[in-house]
């Protein structure tokens, strides 16, 4: 049944290892890009909205972080993403173009309900979920849903929920291309393809946890961390700091890596590892260069490369080099180590990894 542990020590074990087969299950049964992949009606729905607006809490408004990113630069539709429960209680200027999107695991969190429902309030009638439970509140109140298939998630630290949430994301915006005419048959036929990879994909990076296993082993004995992503890889470094102060009680912040020097830059020391997200894309030379400022400030570097980037172990740098290049849905591989980090590092601690102490796996009061 989905709450055996099996040959697992624990359920977040267990979520981190079973996302190949979650994504693969999230992504069974889509053919092609269709809106209809998101309900009956949603072309029409996607033909009247002109911007996008995610509400979430947790993980999964980190998940809405990282979509951002594809809406606007792949769909070429503006994007907001807010906390929810910021949202339900500021004055906002609403736009009934607007498609509202509501990010959940559990489909209950009382704040992203509330926040919909503020939504609703304020003349924004279209509204989709990326949601875990097809039978939740989230799902009956919103007029499109995509369900993810992450199955039954028990650790409270979210992972499976996150990865397919993404996975979700990424086939909302190339939807969301497609009748807006940003997108080629041939460019549609490309991401599916990579999509369609991606379980073998996380199935290789998943064989690299004895490496992480070695960094959690100085994890374990530091009391801060700080994790520098840049553009798209910012938000996984947000989660990857996220899960690190969930579970193992170390103090982790996450910057975009170019507001080092705005502030951070003066926590650096050997005492403060630095984990650094460094896929090969167009601002791999300016994370370089942040790199060095940490380095030149005795800061010790944890990075997690991409296949082709030449960045090699040295004094003080830590490479864990990633199988492949991922592109665009490279976001959903780089947070596969960033978890394990947190795993093991929790686990050298001896902290309940599964039921860490003051955390609800569903927080449905306020
Ligand atoms: C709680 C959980 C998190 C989760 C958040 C949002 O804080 O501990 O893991 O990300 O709620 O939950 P949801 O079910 O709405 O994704």
């Given at each position: 049944g989905a709450a055996e542990l099996g040959p697992y020590r624990h359920y977040m074990q267990k979520e981190i290892f079973e996302q190949p087969r979650a994504i693969g299950d999230t992504l069974e049964g889509v053919e092609g890009i269709t809106p209809e992949l998101f309900g009956d009606g949603a072309y029409g729905v996607f033909k009247q909205i002109d911007r996008v607006l995610i509400l979430a809490c947790g993980t999964s408004y980190y998940s809405g972080c990282a979509a951002k990113y594809w809406l606007e630069a792949i769909a070429r539709i503006p994007c907001d993403v807010e906390v929810a429960s910021e949202y339900r209680y500021r004055t906002s200027v609403p736009s009934p173009r607007t498609l509202v999107v509501t990010i959940s695991q559990s489909g209950e969190t009382a704040d992203t309900l509330a926040a919909l429902r503020h939504a609703q309030g304020l003349g924004m009638t279209h509204t989709l979920t990326i949601c875990n439970v097809a039978t939740s509140a989230m799902v009956r109140e919103c007029e499109l849903a995509y369900i993810t298939r992450a199955g039954v998630e028990i650790g409270v630290a979210s992972t499976k929920a996150f990865t397919t949430q993404l996975a979700g994301l990424f086939l909302l915006t190339l939807a969301l291309a497609q009748v807006r005419g940003?997108?080629?048959?041939?460019?549609?036929?490309?991401?599916?393809?990579?999509?369609?990879?991606?379980?073998?994909?996380?199935?290789?990076?998943?064989?690299?946890?004895?490496?992480?296993?070695?960094?959690?082993?100085?994890?374990?004995?530091?009391?801060?961390?700080?994790?520098?992503?840049?553009?798209?890889?910012?938000?996984?470094?947000?989660?990857?700091?996220?899960?690190?102060?969930?579970?193992?009680?170390?103090?982790?912040?996450?910057?975009?890596?170019?507001?080092?020097?705005?502030?951070?830059?003066?926590?650096?020391?050997?005492?403060?590892?630095?984990?650094?997200?460094?896929?090969?894309?167009?601002?791999?030379?300016?994370?370089?260069?942040?790199?060095?400022?940490?380095?030149?400030?005795?800061?010790?570097?944890?990075?997690?490369?991409?296949?082709?980037?030449?960045?090699?172990?040295?004094?003080?740098?830590?490479?864990?080099?990633?199988?492949?290049?991922?592109?665009?849905?490279?976001?959903?591989?780089?947070?596969?180590?960033?978890?394990?980090?947190?795993?093991?590092?929790?686990?050298?601690?001896?902290?309940?990894?599964?039921?860490?102490?003051?955390?609800?796996?569903?927080?449905?009061?306020?």
């Amino acid at each position: 049944g989905a709450a055996e542990l099996g040959p697992y020590r624990h359920y977040m074990q267990k979520e981190i290892f079973e996302q190949p087969r979650a994504i693969g299950d999230t992504l069974e049964g889509v053919e092609g890009i269709t809106p209809e992949l998101f309900g009956d009606g949603a072309y029409g729905v996607f033909k009247q909205i002109d911007r996008v607006l995610i509400l979430a809490c947790g993980t999964s408004y980190y998940s809405g972080c990282a979509a951002k990113y594809w809406l606007e630069a792949i769909a070429r539709i503006p994007c907001d993403v807010e906390v929810a429960s910021e949202y339900r209680y500021r004055t906002s200027v609403p736009s009934p173009r607007t498609l509202v999107v509501t990010i959940s695991q559990s489909g209950e969190t009382a704040d992203t309900l509330a926040a919909l429902r503020h939504a609703q309030g304020l003349g924004m009638t279209h509204t989709l979920t990326i949601c875990n439970v097809a039978t939740s509140a989230m799902v009956r109140e919103c007029e499109l849903a995509y369900i993810t298939r992450a199955g039954v998630e028990i650790g409270v630290a979210s992972t499976k929920a996150f990865t397919t949430q993404l996975a979700g994301l990424f086939l909302l915006t190339l939807a969301l291309a497609q009748v807006r005419g940003q997108i080629s048959e041939e460019q549609e036929a490309a991401h599916l393809k990579a999509m369609r990879h991606l379980p073998v994909a996380l199935q290789a990076v998943l064989a690299l946890e004895p490496q992480v296993i070695s960094w959690a082993e100085d994890f374990a004995r530091m009391d801060n961390a700080l994790f520098l992503g840049r553009g798209l890889h910012y938000p996984i470094a947000l989660e990857g700091a996220l899960k690190l102060k969930e579970i193992s009680y170390i103090h982790a912040e996450a910057y975009p890596a170019g507001e080092l020097k705005h502030g951070p830059l003066a926590l650096v020391t050997s005492a403060m590892p630095v984990v650094t997200v460094a896929p090969n894309d167009t601002l791999l030379e300016k994370l370089k260069s942040n790199m060095q400022e940490v380095r030149a400030r005795g800061g010790v570097l944890y990075v997690l490369a991409d296949a082709d980037t030449r960045i090699s172990s040295s004094e003080g740098i830590h490479v864990i080099r990633m199988p492949e290049h991922y592109g665009a849905l490279s976001p959903i591989l780089h947070v596969v180590p960033l978890q394990l980090l947190a795993y093991h590092t929790a686990l050298a601690k001896g902290t309940d990894v599964d039921k860490p102490r003051n955390l609800a796996k569903s927080v449905t009061v306020e």
